[in-house]
Every structure is written in structure tokens, then in C-alpha cells.
């Protein structure tokens, strides 16, 4: 508890005592006039700022507010107890329910915001940067890229960078939510952030810190847009019109009937009686639960998200991730590593090895992905020694002389272009066809690699209410299709070009169906248009590209595609709990005010209705918090 | 110019009353606060006076939710 919360805690024992003690007064002992007066203490004690505030809304002209409604209640309570009934206590009780529900709230509201920004603390305090004569703890922020750092045991990555000695176990779990440990070694990136967890690693920056992970996230989480949400948007605009309302429903429940009763029945007016049921409808209608659990909920769920490695940029992103019904995916990066690698080799006469040793002498000096693919299949030492006569062919292939003979390696239109007659290959992926002396030597298949767990996660949107998934990518179709099919997706576009990209997701949306949203995942290479243009971009690897985080309205930390569903799942959590709060308080305030209106309800029904309601309605909204959980 | 100061402030609801406070002050181009952080980030409008704006945006954000603070 802060001082702020102490103080009240102080104010509300204080009062109760003091109401205690007054009860124990036995009738008639105490004047009225001296009685009031002594009420007026706990009264003052307790609801002074109430009383102040609402006077300084009245002068500011924002008069309908929670205070306004409390103070008139309240002082209403009072003025009957002095005129007719001698009984004060519900006047104090009120206020003494509604400070206890307040102090409550903020208590609920400080303690999840502690529980969120302890995940979030991943500032570094320092970085140990090495010296000549030594280390030196530098502020992270005066380290020019390029330097060493070491980074101890139990500390922090302060900067990206990579490593240049050591051997350890990295914990992402502030960053990602996954608490698998990541084993880095030498020449390994390392991302800031992350703390290290077993030996001492010498570090080479390759960033300064202002660019670095940690900044970019700590940048992203802080301003996080504030669009609000439609429910937000529905309170605000609810309770600028209901308060003002319930306050004219209340006058007019004073003043009519009494009224009519003396006009038009030629009864008695019970003006107390009906100015009380007046001033207990005013206390149920008091709109609080809505306005504070409402916007609690969304800053629960996100943090409760942010926990789990996602980040969402606002409210309003929270509730269209809720309404997902379609999810868009770019394959490379997504669904698939976007690393090729060997797949298999068909058709050879000779040993596998031996093809692959081949191949990987003739693509020796080759950046070309694909050659890299091949050189890192090769288990063998490569000589470059043994290779003369390189030709390459630009677009095709090569053809290269390695111990004497004549090594051609590329395309089937290298193969029909020397006039050697090749065998297609029937399975989706690059092919890299092999000719040797003339003669053909069969094919290297190379394939991009499914991630590990993206069927599960294509399955796991599906049963959490998705209900249709597409693919594009601007890959071959044929390979499109496979990884569709072993990935059960519902519909695949492929050969696409990035800015067919765009026009095929404006189709795409003008598909779905209205009340729901298409979300597109990408991995920010090549698809930033893309994300923007989507209802809803959901970008992965927050540690890749900034365009991406630029784009996205949502954020995954790693690249798990699992996280997509499960950012589905908190968000329609929430969304849950913001109906359940609105049902709740407004059904409980509509019986209430009913039972009110016709003078079944007292004052201590009343307050349940205003605080209890609040009290529940904030213990729900905080479950939120808790909704990336499973 | 965009920038930020650290805020002091109970309920969600009332942060979204002092960033819309703050927004209709002339001299902010936008305003956002963010609950979680407890802080607010303020966007001036190109030439405007910052430490006048901004006493303008404390008194406004007072009028509001007199339980507010704003960190100058």
C-alpha cells in the first residue's frame, strides 16, 4: 500500500470507530441538535474529498460525476435524519461502503500494475565494458557499437550483440514468455534483454543500446497507442448521459409523487419518505462499476498478454483480435523457417554423399541460399583446389571441371541447354539437377522447413473459433500447395508478388463476413504493406524488423506461431469478462433501482448495489490479468 | 517534439479522462496515456511553448480528476 492508500485505510478506521461508539449512545441521552453535530465527525472524516471534489465539479462545470451522486446522497441522508428520523448512520455507512470500495480499487488496480511492470523490468542497469586496464560499469547508453562487454552470470544482455567468448544459457522469458533456456556459443547473436544463467560471456555490440531489443520493446510497450476500445467508447458515452439521467429520475421520484398524492388523491404528500427512495436510487445508480472496471479489464488483458510475450498496441486491438475470423498467413517466416535446406537427392547412380560432395564444389563460391544449403548438407572438408573451369551460366547454373571431369549443376534449362535429358522431380521444393561427364547424375531436392509446431497452431486457431485460414506467399504454387496441405489450410495463393499481396487481402476482406475480422500474420519482410492494410496485422519476432513493429497492431515477441491462438484466446477472455462486468452491474442496478422506486429497497441495499457490484467487477476484470495462463 | 512525463493516477478511468483533458489543450497535437506505465506522452504542435503547454495540461488534467499528478 502507498502513503495515499494508507491514509484512507487511517481515515476509514478512524470513522467506523467513531460510528461505533456513536451507536452505543442510548436513546434520548443526547440532545438532537448536539447528536447531528456528533454524527457530522465520522461523516466529515470520511467523505470530506468526496464532498470537496463534488464541489469542485459543480464550479468546473463537470457536475454529474460518482462524487456529485454520493454527495447529494449522502447530504440528503443527513437532512432527513436532522428533520424527521434522527438516524444517521446510513448517510456515514454510505460513504464509509464507498471509500472502502474505492480504496479497494486502487489497491486491486496497484498491486496487478506491479505484478505486470516486474515482467516488463528489463531495463539493464549498467554494462561492464572492458578496458585496458580492466572493466568499467558504463551506462548503457554511452557504449558505442563495437565494443566488448561482459555479461556475468545472473545479469542481463544490457546490448544486442554477438558472442565472442563463452559458452551459456540465455532465459528469454522476460522477453518471450517462454521459459525454455537458449544455449548461445561463440559467434552466436544475442539479443538484450535476456539474463544469463550459467558462464561468463564476452560480448562484441553490434548495436548501441538506443537501437538495441530492449529499447525497441521498452519504446513499444510505453507507447502503445491509446485508441480505446468500442466497449470503452460505450461507457464513456453511457455514463455522460446516464448520470445526468438518474440524477433527473431521482428528482423527479421525489417530487412527483408526493404531488400527486396531495393534488390529485387528497393523501398525505410522505415527502421524507419519498425523498428518501429518491436518494437510495441515487446511490445504486452510481455508474462506477462500469467506468472503472470496463477499462481495467483491457489493461489486465493486455498486461496479461504482454506476460505471455505479446504485445498489444491499445484496447481497441485487444477487441478486434477477439472477433478473429479469418487469419491470413505469409508462409517464409510464418509457417515455414525461411532457411532452405536438403531435402533429399533422387535418381542418382552414385552415393549420395557423393552427389552432394560434387554439388557443393560446384556451388563453392556461390552466396546464392540455396548454395549454402547445399555446401552445409555436405558432411565432407571441401578443396577448393580441386575445382577449375568455373562457368557460370547466369540465371541457370554452373558448370565447373572438379578432378578432371565436367560437373554441371542448375536448372532443367541448364540440362536441355547442354542436351542431357533429366527426370522431374514430383515433389514440391527447388531442384538443382546434376550432370557428370555428359551424362545425368540426378537431383538435389532443396525445401524450406515447416516450423515445429505450426500444424499445431493451425489446429489450435481452428478450435479457438477461426474459421477460415489462408496462405500467400510469393513461392513456387506447387510448393505452396504442399505446405498447405501438410499444414490443413483452407485456401493457398501462390507466385505472388508483393503487391499482389495487397490486392488479393482486399479481396480476401471484402469476403469475410462483416461482424468479423481478418487478421493477417506476418514476419515484416516484404509484407509491412500488408500488415497495415489487414483489419488486424499481427507481426512475429519483435526481435527482427522495425517496419514490422511499425505496421502491427500486435506484436509476438518470438516467432511461435502457437502465440497467434493463444493471443486469440486471451483476447476473447477478456472480452468475456467486459460482458460479464456489464450484464452483472447493469442487471443488479436495474432490479435495484426497481425494488428502490417502489420503497422495498433502503440505503444499505443501495450501497451493496454501488460498491459490492464495484468490488465484485473489479476482482473479475483482474482475472484478465491471468487469462495468458493455461 | 513528443514528450513524456510520469503521472500519478488511480483508476483506468481517469486516465482516460486526463488524456482527453489534455488533448483539447491548443499547443498538444495528441496525447496518450498510458495507464500501465504510468506515464503521459505529449506531441507538441511545432513551435509551441512546452513548459507553458504542459501547465495548461496539469491545471485542465486537475480540473478533471483533482487526484491526479502530473510530474513537470
Known sequence: ?630 | MKKTYKIEVDCANCANKMEDAARKVPGVRSATVNFMALKMIVEFEDGADIPAVMKEVAARCKKVESDCEIYL
Open chain 1, 1 to 630: 500500500m502507498n502513503k495515499k492508500q494508507k491514509k484512507m485505510l487511517a481515515r476509514i478506521l478512524a470513522a467506523a470507530l467513531l460510528m461505533g461508539a456513536l451507536l452505543l449512545i442510548p436513546e434520548g441521552a443526547v440532545d438532537r441538535i448536539p447528536l447531528f453535530l456528533l454524527w457530522l465527525i465520522p461523516y466529515g472524516i470520511i467523505g470530506w474529498d468526496i464532498l470537496l471534489k463534488a464541489g469542485k465539479g459543480i464550479l468546473n462545470r463537470q457536475v454529474f460525476d460518482e462524487n456529485f451522486l454520493m454527495a447529494v446522497a449522502t447530504l440528503g441522508a443527513l437532512a432527513i435524519g436532522l428533520l424527521k428520523t434522527g438516524d444517521y448512520v446510513e448517510a456515514v455507512a454510505v460513504m464509509l461502503f464507498y471509500q472502502i470500495g474505492e480504496l479497494f480499487q486502487s489497491y486491486a488496480v496497484g498491486k496487478s500494475r506491479r505484478n505486470i511492470s516486474a515482467l516488463m523490468d528489463i531495463r539493464p542497469d549498467f554494462a561492464r565494458v572492458e578496458t585496458p586496464e580492466g572493466t568499467e560499469e558504463k551506462d548503457p547508453e554511452e557504449v558505442p557499437a563495437g565494443s566488448i562487454i561482459q555479461v556475468r552470470p545472473g545479469e542481463k544482455v544490457p546490448i544486442d550483440g554477438i558472442v565472442e567468448e563463452g559458452t551459456s544459457a540465455l532465459n528469454t522469458a522476460a522477453l518471450t514468455g517462454e521459459s525454455v533456456p537458449r544455449d548461445v556459443k561463440e559467434g552466436d547473436e544475442v539479443i538484450s534483454g535476456c539474463v544469463n544463467m550459467s558462464g561468463l560471456l564476452r560480448i562484441r555490440t553490434t548495436r548501441e543500446f538506443g537501437e538495441s531489443t530492449v529499447s525497441r520493446i521498452l519504446e513499444l510497450v510505453e507507447n502503445a497507442s491509446s485508441l480505446k476500445s468500442r466497449s470503452e467508447n460505450f461507457i464513456s458515452r453511457f455514463a455522460k448521459y446516464y448520470t445526468p439521467a438518474v440524477v433527473l429520475g431521482a428528482a423527479a421520484l421525489a417530487v412527483l409523487p408526493p404531488l400527486v398524492r396531495t393534488l390529485f388523491m387528497g393523501l398525505a404528500p410522505e415527502w421524507e419518505d419519498w425523498i428518501y427512495r429518491a436518494l437510495t436510487f441515487l446511490v445504486i445508480s452510481c455508474p462506477c462499476a462500469l467506468v472503472i472496471s470496463i477499462p481495467l479489464t483491457f489493461f489486465a488483458g493486455i498486461g496479461g498478454a504482454g506476460k505471455a510475450g505479446i504485445l498489444v498496441k491499445g484496447s481497441v486491438w485487444l477487441e478486434e483480435l477477439s472477433r478473429t475470423g479469418t487469419v491470413v498467413f505469409d508462409k517464409t517466416g510464418t509457417l515455414t523457417v525461411g532457411e532452405f535446406e536438403v531435402a533429399g537427392v533422387h535418381h542418382s547412380p552414385l552415393a549420395e554423399e557423393d552427389l552432394l560432395e560434387y554439388a557443393a564444389l560446384a556451388e563453392y563460391s556461390s552466396s546464392h541460399p540455396i548454395a549454402a544449403s547445399i555446401r552445409r548438407a555436405c558432411t565432407r572438408p571441401l578443396d577448393p583446389k580441386r575445382i577449375s573451369h568455373v562457368e557460370e551460366i547466369s540465371g541457370n547454373g554452373v558448370v565447373v571441371r572438379i578432378d578432371g571431369k565436367e560437373v554441371a549443376a542448375g536448372s532443367a534449362r541448364l540440362m536441355s541447354r547442354l542436351g542431357i535429358p533429366c527426370s522431374e522431380c514430383h515433389t514440391a521444393g527447388t531442384v538443382v539437377h546434376m550432370a557428370i561427364d555428359g551424362s545425368y547424375a540426378g537431383h538435389i531436392l532443396i525445401a524450406d522447413r515447416i516450423k515445429p509446431g505450426a500444424k499445431e497452431a493451425v489446429a489450435a486457431l481452428k478450435a479457438s473459433g477461426v474459421r477460415e485460414t489462408v496462405m500467400l506467399t510469393g513461392d513456387r504454387d506447387a510448393v505452396a500447395r504442399q505446405v498447405a496441405e501438410q499444414l490443413d489450410l483452407d485456401q493457398v495463393y501462390g507466385d505472388l508478388l508483393p503487391e499482389d499481396k495487397v490486392s488479393l487481402l482486399e479481396e480476401l476482406m471484402k469476403s469475410r463476413h462483416p461482424k468479423e475480422v481478418l487478421a493477417f500474420v506476418g514476419d515484416g519482410i516484404n509484407d509491412a504493406p500488408v500488415l497495415t492494410r489487414a483489419d488486424l496485422g499481427i507481426a512475429m519476432g519483435a526481435m527482427g524488423s522495425d517496419a514490422a513493429i511499425e505496421a502491427a497492431d500486435v506484436v509476438l515477441m518470438d516467432d511461435n506461431p502457437m502465440k497467434i491462438a493463444k493471443a486469440i484466446r486471451i483476447s476473447r477472455k477478456c472480452m468475456a469478462i467486459v460482458r460479464e462486468n456489464i450484464a452483472f452491474a447493469l442487471g443488479v442496478k436495474a432490479v435495484c433501482l426497481v425494488l428502490g422506486a417502489v420503497g422495498i429497497a433502503n440505503m444499505w441495499l443501495a450501497v451493496f448495489a454501488d460498491v459490492g457490484v464495484m468490488v465484485l467487477a473489479v476482482l473479475n476484470a483482474i482475472r484478465a490479468l491471468f487469462a495468458g495462463r493455461d
